[in-house]
C-alpha cells in the first residue's frame, strides 16, 4: 500500500496540469491508432495510459480486444457486435469500424494495461497483467509487480517478481539471489530469463580481452578462415584476395587478347589464371594479395575470445551454475517425453495394425483395403457429428458405429470376395487392392476430396502436461488406453470365448474343425468382419488427431503390415512388440536427425528390411504346428 | 467435357433468350478454346477441383458477357490426375490435338516444370496461379500467384517488425516450394542479423500425422529467451494433425505465433479453428477482404457451385486475374495469337478483389497487395495488415546466385538476365 | 508357344509400322505417338513382371523401384548433356575463357539450384558420359535386385513376406528419393528428359525414334523371356513356383534360380524404364511408390499370368483404358437423376474390374485365347 501511494499521489496531483481527454488523445494520434505498427504505436500508448482519464484504461482494454471502433465522422466509439456506444458507455448511432490491432500491438497494450490490472480487485484482470508482464518483461515493471507484491501477496506474481529481479534489478547480488532461488526449474520461463544472461560474442583482440569472458577460444577450433574473417571484421588485417577480385583485377587488364603477356584463351584453368594474376603482380599492376605466411602471422598475433553480454561476472557464474543443474533435468526429461512420444505412435501404430493381427496374422488373408476400413471408420465418425452436434455424445455413438459399419463391411467382403479366395493367398491382395481403390474414390465421390473435420470433445483436447519439457496430449492417452483395451478384448475374445476357441481351431486345422461341428465359413466371416470392425474404430481415433481424408488409410498400410510382420504373425503380443519396435525406431531417428522427419522414415524401413532378413518369422515367432506353411 | 459443352451450349442459349436485355451480342462463329491443366484425381485434386471450377465460371461468365473478339469460349477439361508426367502429356495434348489457345493449370512446382518444356516448345500459353517460390520466368507462362517477395518476405518482415520474433521456425513439408522459400528465408534472415543458430528448420513428408515431436521441439526453443515465431509451408492435409497437435499443446498465438503460406480458407474447412485463433496466414487475397469486386466474385461463386458455403482463396483470385488479363490481351491484340496475345499483356491491368489494381509485368508476374491475416473462430481470417501493391520479383534478391538475374520479356527478350556480365544466360527456363 | 511368339513379334511389327506410316500423314498427334511409346515400355516391364511371378512365383512388390531407377539412370545424363551445352554457350560471352570448375559449378547451379544447392552430388560422377550412364542402367537396379534378392531367398522370405518386403523396398527407396538432399533432386525429380541433347529434330520425329527404340526393346525383351520359359530353365522355375520344396529335395539349387529371375527381370524394368522417361519427359519419386508396382501386378493378372502375351495385353488394354477416361474424352453417362463422370469413376469401375477378373477369370483375358 505504501509502495502504491506516491504513484496513485503523483498522478492525483499530476491531474489538474496533464490530465487530458482520452478522446482528444485519441483524435491527435488519429492515424497512427487506425493503422497501428508496434515500431511506432509505443509512445502513442504511453499517452494513453498517462493521460490520467478515467476511461483510460476501458479504452485500452477496449482496443486490445478490437472493440474499439471508428464511426463515419470520425468519433471513436466502444462496439459490442453491431451496436456501439460512446467511450463513456452511451449507446450511439451509425456504424462503426472496428480497429483490429495486430498480436504485436496488442501485446504493447496488454502491458500499459498492466499498472491498472495489478491492483484490480478482478482475479482475472490480475492473471491477465501477470501473463502479459511474462511475455514483454521489461525494467518499468519491476517496481509496478514489487508495489502489488506489497498490496497483496500472490505466489505468481512473487514469482514473477523474482524473474523481473533476475533480468533487471540493478544490485548484482539480488540478481545472484534471485537466479538461485530457481534451484534446477525445469519451468521454460526460468530457462528463457537465465539464457540471455549467457549470451556472448566472439571478438578478436591483439591485446588483452576487455569484459566478461567467457572462455578463449583456440584458432584450431575456429578454423583459420573464420578466425581471419573475425580479424577482417575488426578491422586488425587486411581482406584477403578472392577469387572473384582477381578475376576482375585480369579482365581490367587485358590488352590486345593478353595479360601481362599470356593469351586470354589459354586461362582456362585456375592455375593459369594465378600465374597471370602472379605477373600482374610483379610487374606492379595489381597490389600483392595476402599470403599465407602474413594470414598465420596474423592469426598468431591475435587473441580470439567469447565475451558475456553480461558484465557483472558473479551473474554469469551463477546462471552458468544453475543452467548446468537444469540442462542435466531437461535432458532426462526429454528423453522421457521422446519415450513418450514414441509410445504414443506405437499405440498408434498397433491400433491401426491390430484388426490386420486378426485379418492377416490370424487368417492369412492380405487385405489391402484395411486401410480404407480405417477411413471408413473415421468418414462415419465425421457423418455422426454432423448430426450430432454435441462432441461427447458424437463420439460415444460413434465408436460403436464405426464398429458396426466396418463390420458389417467386412463380412460382405469375407462373403463376396475373399471367401472365394483362401486358397489363393496372392490373388486376395490383388483383389482387396481392387476394393480399396474403388473405396478410396466412392469416398472422393460421396465426402469430396476435401479433408473433413472431426474434432475431439473439450475434455479429449490439451495435454497432460507433467512440467514445460514432458508433456503429452489426452487425445493420445485415449488412443494408448483404447489401443491397450482392444488389446485386452483381443485377448479375451481369442482365448475365453467360444469363437476364439473357433477361430483358433478353423486357423489350424480348417477340415478337422469342420468335422468338429464348426462351420468354417461362419467362423471366417466373423474373424473378418472382427478386424475389419477394430479398423473403423481406429479411424475415429485417427481421425481425431489428424485428418480425415479419402487417402488416410494409405498413411498406414504399408506400416501395419510391417508391423505385423516385423511383431511374428498370429501372435498379438508380436504385433504389439512390432509396433512398440517400429515406434520407438522411428522417435529414434528423429531424434537424431531432427529437421528431417522424412529420413526417420526411410531409414525405419530400411531397418525393417534387414531386420526381416535376420528374423524371417518376426520377433515372436510361432513354432510347430501353429505357425502352418 | 460433355458437361461444358453442354454448359457452353446452355449460356450460348441463356444468352440469346436474354440478350435483348443485356444489350450484348451472342458470341458467334468457332469457339476459342481453353485449355484446364488441372488435377481431378489424385492427391492434387483437393486444390486442383477448385481451380478448374473457378475457370469454368469464369468462361461462363465471359460468354455471357459477349465471348472474345464475338467469339464463344470453349474450356477443354483435361485430368493429369496428379501424375507429373502426365502433365506434360496432357499439355502437349491440349497444344496439339484440341489446340487451345491458352491453358489455365497447374499447381505444383514438380507440374509447371513437367509443361513447361512442352509448352516452350510448342510455344504454347500457361496461366500459372499459385504462389511459388520464384527462381524463374518463362517466356510461356504468366505467374498470376505469388513470387516469394510478395509474400514470404513481407510475412518475415511482419513477424520481425510487429511481433518482434527473433528466433525462427520454419516447418515445411519436404518438396521444392518449402524448400527454395525456406533457403531464400534463412538468407534473408541472415541479412537481417538472426544468427543461424536461431533458425530451425524441419521437414516433414506430404500427409505427415506424427506432430507431436516437432511441436515439442518448437516450444523448447523459447528456452534461451528469444521470442519464437513459426513460419509455416506445410502442405494441404497435414496441416490439420500440426494445427490440432499445437492446440493440444496449449500454444497460443501470443506465445508462439504461427504464420502459414500454404493455408487458406479451404484448409481450415477441415478443423475446428476455435483454437487457433490468432495464429497467421500471409496471401495475396482472402475471402473476408470487404470490396464490393470481392462480394460480387463470392456471390458469382456460390451460384455457379450451388453450394453457399464453398470458400474461394487466393489462387481462385489468381485465376480470376489471370483469366481477365488474358481477355483484355486478346481483345487489344485482336487475336488469340500466342505472340500478339504475349505482347498485349504487358501492362495489362485488372482490378483486384482486395481493392487497387494487379498489373502485369515484363518479367511475367503481377504486382499484388501482401495482405496478414488472423484465423478467426469461424474458420475465416481477420485481415490485419495489407501492404500497397509489390511487385512479383522473379529472381530473389536474397540469393546471391539469383540477386544479379533479371526476367524482362518486353525490352530484352530473356527470362534469366544476368545484369553484372550484361548477357542473356538463357532463353528457355531451367526446368 | 513358339507360334504365340510369332503372331505377338508380327503384331509389333505391323502395329510399328502402321503408327509410323500414321504419324508421317499426320492421322495421329506426337503426343499420341509417346503415349504408344510409354505404353510399349510398360508392356516390357510387365513382360518381366510375368517371368518372375507368372512363371517364377515371386509376387514383387518392387519392380517399379527398378523400371524408376533406370529412368533416373538414363535422366541424369539428359540432364547434364542438356544443361551443359546451355551452361557453355552462356558463359562463352565473358571476357575470360571459362575453366572447367566454372562450367562445374554452372552446370550445378542450374541442375541443383531448385533445390537450393549448386554442389553437385558424387552420384552424378559419371553423368557427363551416356556409355557409363547407359551401363548404370543396368548395373545400378541390377546389383539392388541382386543384392536385396540374395539377402531375402538366402533367408527363405517367401510368398507374401517377400512381397511385403519387396513393397517395403520399394517404399524406402521413394521416400529416400523424396528427401532434397538425396542428390536426385528430391521431389522436383529430373525433368525435361523429352529434349534429347545434341539433337535438333523436333520432338515429331525423336518421338518416333523413341516409339520405335521402345517396340524394339519390347521385341526383345519379348524373345529373351520367351527363350528363359521356352527351355529347361523355364521348366525348373515353374517347378519352384508350383512347388519349391520339392524342388530344392530334387537338388536343384533353388535360390540360385530365383535370384537369376529376380535380378534379370529387373535389369528388363530398368531397361524399359530408360526408354520410357525419355518419352515421359519427368521423374520423380512417386514414380516408384508402392502403388506403381501393385498397378504392375494388376496388370499383369488381368492380362493373364504365366503367359507372356497376356502381359502385354494387360499392360496395354489397362494403361491405355485409363488414359482415355481420365483424359476426359470418354462420354458421360446421363442417369437423370445422376451424370456418371468417368474422371470420377473410372477408378471404381477399375477397381472393381480387379475384383471381378481375379475371382471369375483367374486366367486374365489372355486365358480367352486359349
Not at chain 3, 539428359?78 to 566454372?102: D, F, K, N
Amino acid at each position: 500500500m505504501r509502495g502504491l501511494l506516491p504513484l496513485l499521489l503523483a498522478l492525483v496531483l499530476a491531474l489538474p496540469a496533464h490530465a487530458q481527454n482520452v478522446a482528444a488523445v485519441l483524435d491527435v494520434h488519429r492515424d497512427q491508432i487506425e493503422k497501428p505498427s508496434r515500431t511506432s504505436i509505443g509512445p502513442v500508448i504511453d499517452a494513453l495510459a498517462a493521460s490520467g482519464d478515467p476511461l483510460a484504461a476501458t479504452v485500452l482494454a477496449a482496443w486490445e480486444d478490437r472493440r474499439l471502433g471508428v464511426l463515419e465522422d470520425g468519433t471513436f466509439v466502444l462496439t459490442d457486435g453491431d451496436a456501439a456506444t460512446s467511450l463513456e458507455g452511451q449507446p450511439v448511432a451509425g456504424k462503426a469500424t472496428v480497429l483490429r490491432p495486430n498480436a504485436g500491438v496488442r501485446g504493447l497494450i496488454a502491458g500499459a494495461l498492466v499498472q491498472f490490472q495489478l491492483t484490480d480487485p478482478d482475479p482475472a484482470a490480475r492473471v491477465a497483467a501477470i501473463d502479459a508482464i511474462a511475455r514483454n518483461p521489461s525494467a518499468d515493471h519491476l517496481p509496478l509487480v514489487r508495489a502489488a507484491l506489497e498490496k497483496s501477496p500472490d505466489p505468481a506474481l512473487e514469482r514473477l517478481e523474482r524473474l523481473l529481479t533476475l533480468r533487471f534489478d540493478p544490485d548484482p547480488a539480488a540478481r545472484v539471489a534471485a537466479i538461485e532461488s530457481f534451484g534446477s526449474s525445469l519451468s521454460l520461463d526460468v530457462r528463457a530469463a537465465l539464457n540471455p544472461l549467457l549470451a556472448t560474442a566472439r571478438v578478436a583482440t591483439v591485446d588483452e580481452p576487455q569484459g566478461n569472458i567467457a572462455r578463449e577460444i583456440p584458432v584450431s577450433e575456429l578454423g583459420r578462415v573464420a578466425a581471419y574473417d573475425l580479424l577482417v571484421q575488426a578491422g586488425l588485417a587486411p581482406a584477403r584476395l578472392t577469387r572473384e577480385a582477381a578475376q576482375q583485377a585480369l579482365v581490367a587488364h587485358i590488352q590486345n587478347g593478353q595479360v601481362a603477356g599470356i593469351p586470354v584463351a589459354s586461362l582456362n584453368t585456375q592455375d593459369a589464371r594465378d600465374a597471370a594474376y602472379s605477373a600482374l603482380e610483379a610487374s606492379g599492376a595489381v597490389p600483392p594479395a595476402a599470403t599465407e605466411d602474413e594470414v598465420d602471422a596474423a592469426l598468431a598475433s591475435a587473441t580470439f575470445a567469447e565475451i558475456y553480454a553480461e558484465p557483472e561476472a558473479q551473474v554469469t557464474d551463477a546462471a552458468r551454475a544453475a543452467l548446468r543443474g537444469i540442462d542435466a533435468k531437461v535432458g532426462a526429461m526429454q528423453a522421457a517425453d521422446l519415450a513418450m512420444d514414441a509410445v504414443s505412435l506405437a499405440s498408434i501404430y498397433f491400433l491401426a495394425a491390430i484388426g490386420l493381427a486378426i485379418t492377416f496374422g490370424v487368417m492369412r488373408v492380405i487385405n489391402m483395403a484395411h486401410g480404407e476400413f480405417i477411413m471408413m471408420g473415421a468418414y462415419t465418425g465425421y457423418v455422426v457429428q454432423q448430426v450430432v452436434p454435441n462432441y461427447t455424445l458424437s463420439l460415444v455413438v460413434a465408436l460403436p458405429l464405426a464398429f458396426l459399419v466396418t463390420f458389417a463391411a467386412g463380412v460382405v467382403l469375407e462373403r463376396l470376395v475373399i471367401r472365394h479366395l483362401y486358397k489363393r493367398p496372392l490373388e486376395t491382395l490383388l483383389a482387396t487392392f481392387g476394393v480399396s481403390i474403388l473405396l478410396q474414390q466412392l469416398a472422393k465421390n460421396i465426402f469430396g476430396t476435401q479433408a473433413r473435420p472431426l474434432t475431439a470433445p473439450d475434455w479429449l483436447s490439451g495435454s497432460l502436461v507433467i512440467n514445460d519439457v514432458v508433456a503429452i496430449s489426452w487425445i493420445r492417452i485415449a488412443i494408448l488406453v483404447l489401443a491397450l483395451l482392444f488389446l485386452g478384448l483381443y485377448l479375451f475374445i481369442m482365448r475365453r470365448t467360444r469363437l476364439g476357441l473357433e477361430v483358433r481351431a478353423v486357423q489350424q486345422n480348417p477340415t478337422m474343425a469342420a468335422s468338429m461341428g464348426i462351420s468354417p465359413g461362419r467362423i471366417n466371416m466373423l474373424a473378418f468382419g472382427l478386424g475389419s470392425g477394430i479398423a473403423g474404430i481406429a479411424g475415429v481415433a485417427i481421425g481425431l488427431f489428424a485428418q480425415v481424408t479419402s487417402e488416410i488409410g494409405q498413411q498406414y498400410i504399408v506400416q501395419s503390415f510391417m508391423t505385423v510382420v516385423v511383431g511374428g504373425v498370429g501372435s498379438i503380443f508380436g504385433t504389439l512388440a512390432g509396433a512398440a519396435l517400429i515406434g520407438f525406431l522411428q522417435k529414434g531417428i528423429e531424434w537424431l536427425n531432427p529437421s528431417n522427419t522424412l529420413a526417420a522414415q526411410t531409414y525405419m524401413i530400411l531397418f525393417i528390411i534387414v531386420f526381416i532378413q535376420f528374423r524371417p518369422r518376426g520377433i515372436i515367432a510361432l513354432k510347430g504346428r501353429a505357425a502352418g506353411d | 467435357m460433355f458437361d461444358v459443352k453442354r454448359i457452353v451450349a446452355g449460356a450460348g442459349l441463356a444468352l440469346a433468350v436474354s440478350g435483348a436485355a443485356d444489350a450484348q451480342i451472342a458470341p458467334s462463329g468457332e469457339p476459342i478454346k481453353i485449355g484446364v491443366l488441372h488435377s481431378l484425381s489424385g492427391t492434387m485434386a483437393i486444390s486442383e477441383t477448385t481451380l478448374k471450377d473457378t475457370v469454368l465460371m469464369l468462361v461462363d461468365q465471359q460468354n455471357k458477357a459477349g465471348g472474345v473478339l464475338g467469339r464463344p469460349l470453349e474450356a477443354v477439361v483435361v485430368d493429369p490426375a496428379s501424375d507429373w508426367p502426365l502433365f506434360a502429356e496432357k499439355a502437349r495434348e491440349l497444344l496439339t490435338v484440341s489446340d487451345v489457345d491458352v491453358i489455365f493449370g497447374a499447381w505444383t512446382s514438380v507440374s509447371r516444370k513437367s509443361v513447361l518444356p512442352v509448352l516452350e516448345e510448342l510455344n504454347g500459353l500457361m496461366f500459372y496461379p499459385v504462389q511459388y517460390e520464384g527462381e524463374e520466368s518463362s517466356k510461356n507462362v504468366f505467374y498470376t500467384g505469388a513470387a516469394p517477395n510478395q509474400q514470404a518476405i513481407p510475412a518475415v518482415d511482419y513477424m520481425m517488425e510487429e511481433l518482434g520474433v527473433e528466433k525462427f521456425a520454419l516447418l515445411g513439408t519436404d518438396y521444392v516450394y518449402p524448400r527454395t522459400t525456406n533457403n531464400i528465408l534463412s538468407a534473408y534472415l541472415g541479412d537481417k542479423g538472426v544468427a543461424t543458430g536461431d533458425i530451425f528448420t524441419n521437414y516433414t513428408p506430404f500427409g505427415q500425422s506424427d506432430w507431436s515431436k516437432i511441436v515439442a521441439d518448437v516450444v523448447a526453443l523459447g528456452a534461451d529467451g528469444k521470442q519464437v515465431g513459426v513460419i509455416s509451408t506445410i502442405n494441404g492435409d497435414a496441416n490439420i494433425g500440426f494445427y490440432k497437435e499445437l492446440a493440444a499443446a496449449g500454444v497460443s498465438a501470443e506465445d508462439l505465433p504461427v504464420i502459414a503460406f500454404s493455408v487458406g480458407e479451404e484448409e481450415l474447412s477441415g478443423l475446428d479453428t476455435t483454437d487457433l485463433v490468432g495464429h497467421l496466414a500471409a496471401w495475396n487475397y482472402f475471402e473476408s477482404a470487404d470490396t464490393p469486386e470481392n462480394e460480387a466474385f463470392i456471390d458469382a461463386w456460390h451460384a455457379f457451385t450451388g453450394d453457399n458455403s464453398r470458400v474461394t482463396n487466393d489462387p481462385m483470385e489468381a485465376t480470376m486475374i489471370g483469366f481477365k488479363m488474358w481477355v483484355q490481351a486478346a481483345e487489344k491484340a485482336g487475336t488469340t495469337d500466342v505472340d500478339a496475345v504475349r505482347d498485349a499483356m504487358y501492362g495489362q491491368e485488372v482490378p483486384n478483389l482486395t481493392g487497387g489494381t494487379a498489373r502485369m509485368l515484363p518479367n511475367h508476374h503481377l504486382t499484388k497487395p501482401v495482405l496478414i491475416g488472423e484465423i478467426r473462430d469461424d474458420g475465416q481470417f481477420d485481415i490485419i495488415s495489407q501492404t500497397e501493391p509489390v511487385a512479383g520479383d522473379a529472381w530473389t534478391d536474397f540469393l546471391p546466385e539469383s540477386a544479379v538475374l533479371e526476367a524482362d520479356w518486353q525490352e530484352l527478350d530473356c527470362g534469366m538476365y544476368n545484369t553484372e556480365t550484361k548477357t542473356c544466360v538463357q532463353q528457355k527456363s531451367n526446368y | 508357344m513358339r507360334r504365340s511368339t510369332l503372331i505377338f513379334l508380327a503384331l509389333l511389327a505391323l502395329s510399328t509400322a502402321a503408327v509410323t506410316v500414321m504419324a508421317g500423314g499426320g492421322l495421329i498427334s506426337t503426343s499420341f505417338v509417346k503415349t504408344l511409346g510409354m505404353t510399349l515400355c510398360l508392356c516390357l516391364a510387365a513382360v518381366a513382371m510375368d517371368l518372375v511371378w507368372g512363371y517364377a512365383g515371386i509376387l514383387s512388390l518392387g519392380h517399379m523401384a527398378f523400371f524408376a531407377l533406370g529412368g533416373y539412370m538414363i535422366g541424369m545424363w539428359l540432364m547434364w548433356a542438356r544443361t551443359e551445352a546451355i551452361v557453355v554457350q552462356a558463359l562463352s560471352g565473358q571476357p575470360l575463357p571459362p575453366t572447367a570448375e566454372e562450367i562445374r559449378q554452372g552446370i550445378g547451379g542450374q541442375i541443383f539450384g531448385v533445390v537450393g544447392t549448386s554442389d553437385i552430388p558424387w552420384i552424378w560422377s559419371f553423368a557427363h558420359s551416356l556409355p557409363l550412364q547407359l551401363l548404370l542402367v543396368v548395373l545400378v537396379p541390377g546389383l539392388l535386385a541382386a543384392v536385396f534378392g540374395w539377402l531375402a531367398f538366402r533367408s527363405r522370405v517367401t510368398g507374401v513376406y517377400l512381397s511385403i518386403l519387396t513393397q517395403a523396398m520399394t517404399l524406402a527407396l521413394a521416400l529416400y528419393l523424396f528427401q532434397n538432399d538425396s542428390g536426385l533432386r528430391g521431389n522436383n525429380g529430373l525433368s525435361g528428359l523429352q529434349n534429347l541433347p545434341g539433337v535438333s529434330a523436333p520432338q515429331e520425329v525423336t518421338a518416333l525414334w523413341l516409339f520405335w527404340a521402345s517396340a524394339l526393346a519390347l521385341a526383345g525383351g519379348y524373345l529373351l523371356a520367351a527363350w528363359v520359359v521356352g527351355g529347361k530353365f523355364g521348366s525348373v522355375i515353374r517347378a519352384i513356383r508350383d512347388d519349391e520344396q520339392r524342388v530344392r529335395f530334387l537338388g536343384y539349387p533353388v535360390e540360385g534360380f530365383k535370384l537369376f529371375v529376380f535380378t534379370l527381370t529387373a535389369v528388363i524394368a530398368a531397361i524399359a524404364g530408360a526408354l520410357y522417361y525419355p518419352q515421359a519427359g519427368i521423374i520423380n519419386p512417386a514414380e516408384m511408390m508402392p502403388i506403381a508396382s501393385i498397378y504392375l501386378a494388376v496388370w499383369v493378372a488381368i492380362g493373364g499370368r504365366g503367359r507372356l502375351y497376356g502381359a502385354v495385353i494387360g499392360a496395354a488394354v489397362v494403361s491405355l483404358l485409363s488414359s482415355w477416361f481420365t483424359g476426359g474424352r470418354a462420354p458421360s453417362i446421363p442417369l437423370g437423376f445422376y451424370t456418371i463422370d468417368w474422371v470420377d469413376w473410372w477408378q471404381v469401375l477399375l477397381g472393381l474390374a480387379f475384383v471381378l477378373v481375379t475371382l471369375l477369370a483367374p486366367k486374365g483375358i489372355g486365358g480367352l485365347f486359349r
